[in-house]
Every structure is written in C-alpha cells, then in structure tokens.
C-alpha cells in the first residue's frame, strides 16, 4: 500500500447530477437516509448595477463530499469505543462490531461522514471502497463521475498536480481537522468563513 | 424542538443535580457540625444522601436510552486517552459507585468518621470531575455554539442550583414525614433545617444573578458571531421563544421570587409553609432547566455541511 488516499474534485466542471452519489449508495446498500456520498448545492448573489439598470449577478457551484479521511480525524478523537480508526492505509473507518450507536463522531464531523445506520443502531461510514481498491478497481463513486471531475489517489501527487485547496464555502476550515481532500475552485468559489450564498438542497444532503 | 435528546437532557440534569446535592450536603454537613453534634447532623443528612443515589442511577439509566446499540456499551471505555465521552462515563460510573459506598458505610458505621469524610470528599471531587467532563464533551471545535467557556458555566450552575435546592426539599420532606408520623422533631434539627435553607436561598439567588448575566451575554455573542453560531443563537427562539422564555420566567420565579420568600419564611414562618415555598421552588427550576437544557441541544449547528 501506498500512501495517503483523497480525493479530488475540480468544482468548474461538476454539474451536480449526482452519478457518484447514486453510485455509492447502490454499491454499499445504503439505506434510506443513510447516504455516504452528497452533492451540496451552493448558491447566492446580488444585483450588479450597470448604467443604472440593475442585472442580477448569481451563482451556483456544486461539491461532492463523502469522508476525506482526514489527517486529524475528529469522529476518531471524539469516539469513546474505539469503533472508529484510521488505518495504516490512512483510510477511516468504523468497526460495527465495536460501535455502541452514541452518534458523538455525527455530532462532530463538520463534513457529515459518519452516518448512523438507524437500523443496524451503528454508524456507518464511507470506506473508500477498499474493497474494490484491493481488487485493483477504483471507488464506485470515481468511477460513476460522467464529466471524470472526481479523482481518488495518492494525496501527495494530487496536491503536486492540483494545489491544496479544500477551504470553500460550505466545506469547513480545513486547519481543523485536515481533510485528504483536494478541490479546484469553482470560478465562483467563495472561501470558507467568507461566504455569502447558502447551501441550496439541504434536504438532500 | 425535537425529543430525540431527552435521554441526554435526563443524563445531564439528574447526574448534574446529583453532584451538586453531595456536594451541598457535604458542605452543610460541615458548617453543621460547628453547632451540632455528629449524630444530630447525621439524622438529617443521612436520608437525604441515600435519595442522591437513585437519582444518578436514573441519570445513568437514561444515558443507555441515548445508545444505538447498548449491547456494546462495555466499549465506551475503551477512549480514555482521547475521548472525553470515555472520561464522562468513567467518573459517572466512579461517582455513582463512591456515592454507593459512602452511603453504605455511613449507614452502617463502619470504620471511623473521619475515614468515611475522605471518602466522601473524594467522591465530591469526582463529582465535579464528572460535571467537569461533562462540559468538555460538547466543547467540540466544530460546534461553536458549545465550544464556549459558557457550556462549563452553565452545566456547574444547573449543579449548585438544583443540588442546593434538592437538599433543601429533602430536609423540609424529612421534616414534614418525621411530624406525619408522630415523631419528635428535636429544636436543634429544626433549627438547622432552617439555617440550612437561608443558606440555600441565598445561593440559589445568587446562581440565579449568574444566569441572568450568562445567558444574554452568551446568546448576543453566539448571534454576533456570524455563521454556525448565529444559525445556533437563532434557534434558542424556537416555537416562538416559549421555551426560553417559560425557561426564564420558572427561573426567576423559582430561584429569585421564592428564593426571597424562603429566605423569609425560613426564619420564623410555619414549617407547611415551609415545605411549599422549598417544593415549589425546587420543582420551578427543575423544569427551568430542563427546558434550558433541551434547548442547548436544540442550540446544536455544525460548522461546514
């Protein structure tokens, strides 16, 4: 094995029709309500006023997030049992088997990754697919991308091909808990804590 | 606001109320035994220590309701390096189980007094300790509405406030079952009685003042903030702000208005009216703060998505 796994999404060409979502949620079983893989709707604007006539200025750009296997996991820190770790291979996961379902790791991820699983009373977790990973094959959602703007890989080479951005509105500031997440910023990107939009489809994420 | 955290709301009050009764009890205990003898400071604060352990035990109890999957519960202990969710239950279960002790050899007299005053001093600081991890747990980064120094604040209040008047509403209880029953009530167990909930009156008051000063301060600095955490100060005004303002109301009626009355009444007035004003008050606040806790949780946003 390698190093560090993440993921990398370049926001200019995600249109939002969540192919990767759909695809993680048919390729891990997920249950209603429980969906590993969201696309968040970003938008907002103002009015642009040019020769006194006002035009409306708005944007809308879309980010999928699953868990970005963070450097400094909080659900890991947070976990009273131990069900949660980050592995040698720097994948996070949760161990079923350990987890009492207290929903403390879902409190404190701002990326909403650890998700409970009401029926099984655990939570639940994307795993990057490690499954398909040791079969040689890429995570179901890389590979459901239609506009192939969601990459997994090395995080040292997708930072030395795409830069270190992961602090875009809504996502949270990355100091805190170092996302292995590299994002090419939408052209109407805001970053984080400067944002003025809203997120779109709360309902869906 | 939504009920799927009255476990937790149930955890933290009653656990809370209960260190903060030991811990009052403990100092009354202590300032008591200045003017009286052990044993006539034993027969009233004995009953009152033993009706501390069933309400831990219901506080614990209604921390399992919270589990998804309660058969793993063993493993909650298993992060005491790193969570304080791990720590929170380890000084409750140490709490819960000093407090079991104490109250056993207490009652039954076993080894010497001052033996059993260690231990009960030792289980008053893992009390505080249990409040103390209480707070940390929900000091998350990503949750800035409980990553405030108001959330210990707030959680050590709720302790003094419904551990001072639990123990008031225990004594005048003992009071008012011992004459039920026919029993003669010694001068000097009335008498501290009374100086007991002068004392109790007064410091529930001033809690009283602590909350009123908290409270705004915190909220406007929550909705000042910006982001998450105005998201999380809006949301104290949920169903109209009945909640919050019910919340204060009790709290200022319970703790201030009948504070004041107690105060009064605790001197020379008729031991009836008594045990109304301590009930009364006790049970206003108990319902204060648990409105003030489910709100805490309603208070809950996350930074990011």
């Known amino acids: 094995m390698g190093g560090q796994l993440g993921f990398y999404l370049d926001q200019n060409y995600c249109n939002g029709c969540k192919a990767c979502q759909t695809a993680c949620k048919d390729k891990n079983d997920l249950p209603l309500g429980v969906t590993w893989r969201r696309v968040v709707e970003y938008s907002g604007g103002t009015w642009a006023n040019a020769d006194e006539t006002l035009a409306p200025n708005v944007f809308t750009y879309y980010t999928s997030v699953s868990c970005n296997h963070c450097e400094d996991p909080i659900c890991v820190t947070v976990c009273p049992t131990g069900a949660m770790s980050k592995g040698e291979d720097g994948i996070v996961t949760v161990d079923p088997a350990k987890c009492v379902g207290c929903r403390y790791c879902e409190w404190a991820c701002p990326y909403s990754a650890p998700q409970f699983d009401a029926s099984a009373g655990v939570m639940s977790k994307c795993d990057l697919c490690a499954d398909y990973l040791a079969e040689g094959k890429e995570p179901a959602c890389v590979a459901a991308c239609p506009s192939r703007v969601l990459k997994f890989g090395e995080i040292d080479e997708l930072r030395a091909q795409y830069g270190d951005v992961a602090g875009v509105e809504p996502l949270p500031d990355p100091s805190i808990t170092r996302p292995n997440l590299v994002l090419t910023p939408h052209r109407h990107a805001q970053r984080t804590g400067e944002g003025t939009g809203a997120i779109a489809n709360p309902e869906e994420i | ?305």
């Open chain 2, 1 to 305: 606001m939504h009920v799927d955290e009255l476990p937790l709301v149930i955890f933290t009050i009653f656990a809370q109320m209960s260190v903060g009764a030991f811990v009052v009890l403990g100092v009354v205990h202590l300032l008591a035994r200045r003017r009286a003898s052990t044993a006539t400071v034993d027969r009233l604060s004995d009953p009152a220590l033993y009706a501390i352990g069933p309400v831990m035990v219901l506080g614990l109890a209604a921390s399992i309701l919270h589990l998804g999957n309660p058969l793993n519960a063993i493993n909650v202990l298993n992060q005491l390096g790193s969570s304080w969710l791990s720590r929170e239950i380890l000084f409750g279960c140490a709490f819960a189980g000093l407090g079991a002790a104490f109250a056993v050899v207490q009652w039954r007299g076993w080894f010497t007094p001052v033996l059993r005053q260690v231990l009960a001093g030792v289980t008053a600081l893992v009390g505080l300790g249990l409040v103390w991890s209480m707070a940390m747990v929900y000091m998350l980064p990503t949750v800035p509405a409980w990553n405030s120094p108001a959330t210990p604040v707030i959680f050590f209040t709720t302790t003094f406030l419904l551990g001072a008047l639990a123990v008031g509403s225990a004594f005048v209880w003992l009071l008012m079952v011992q004459r039920r029953r026919g029993v003669a009530v010694d001068d000097e167990v009335t008498d501290l009685v009374r100086t007991s909930l002068r004392w109790i009156a007064v410091t529930s008051i001033v809690l009283l003042g602590v909350q009123f000063v908290v409270l705004p301060t915190y909220a406007l600095s929550l909705a000042g903030a910006g982001g998450a955490a105005a998201t999380s100060a809006a949301s104290l005004m949920t169903w109209g702000g009945v909640p919050l303002v019910l919340r204060l109301v009790l709290a200022f009626v319970g703790a201030g208005l009948l504070g004041v009355f107690l105060f009064k009444v605790a001197v020379a007035g008729r031991e009836r009216l008594l045990f109304t004003v301590t009930l009364s008050a006790f049970g206003l606040v108990l319902v204060s703060e648990g409105l003030g806790r489910a709100l805490f949780y309603e208070s809950f946003t996350r930074i990011g998505m």
